[in-house]
């Protein structure tokens, strides 16, 4: 699924590189259930015997990684792999999901979280790093990741991009510890304690979206407070 990350072609090209025989399609610019929908809708419509893998444009794969995973990979496994990610410098489950021939997909309806309970009837599984997450990301595009966990409420994820951010000093990171810090702001109250759906600004295509990366940009730009606990 690609909206606008820079790692696009060096994702492209490490699959290519991976030496087993992959039936690779992009989904582009699409509201984000929705490119998920198709997703899971094209893996219900997989040949038999095929493993299925979601590859996120902004994951770039270690060389064999694929031959990891046909090595690892059962009929009804959910293989769960790491990537290095950029933001926490540190490895994260981010960006990559692969399932056995047998796992079977939902049609999804939650706007945020359309990632999770996905599958219905499988064995999730763990495994190392396998890839690089957002290694080629810039200040958009860390915004970006920033406000999409804050409105997730990753708590931990921040705490270690600030961490990260504290030891390389880089505008990135602190992009994306802004976006987090919006997301988590007043603005988004009744979304946090009151459970009702995410504005659609969280959808990376979307106008409004930009226009809050164009305002808190400058880190001069004081951000909303948050009051509630």
Not at 27 to 53: C, L, S
Request: glycine share 8%.
């Amino acid at each position: 699924m690609w909206c606008g990350e820079k790692d696009y072609p060096h994702c492209v090209q490490s699959i290519i590189d991976q030496g087993v025989v992959v039936e690779h399609r992009t989904f582009k610019d699409m509201i984000e259930v929705d490119a998920h929908n198709a997703v899971y809708q094209a893996f219900n419509n997989a040949e038999p015997g095929t493993i299925r893998g979601k590859v996120d444009a902004d994951v770039v794969l270690d060389p064999g990684a694929l031959l990891r995973v046909a090595e690892k990979i059962r009929d009804n496994t959910w293989l769960d792999p790491q990537t290095h990610d950029y933001f926490t410098d540190g490895p994260l489950n981010a960006g990559l999901a692969f399932y056995g021939p047998a796992v079977r997909f939902k049609h999804q309806h939650l706007t945020l979280k359309c990632d999770r309970d996905v599958a219905l009837s499988y064995n999730q599984v763990g495994m190392g790093v396998i890839g690089r997450h957002a290694h080629y990301a810039d200040e958009w595009t860390g915004f970006r990741y920033g406000f999409h966990r804050g409105l997730k409420s990753q708590l931990p994820v921040n705490d270690r991009v600030v961490i990260a951010h504290a030891a390389h000093k880089d505008r990135v990171r602190l992009m994306a510890i802004r976006g987090f810090e919006l997301a988590q702001s007043d603005l988004y109250i009744d979304y946090h304690l009151k459970g009702n759906p995410p504005p659609m600004d969280h959808n990376y295509g979307n106008i409004k979206l930009q226009e809050l990366f164009d305002t808190y940009k400058d880190e001069n730009v004081k951000l909303p407070p948050r009051t509630w606990r």
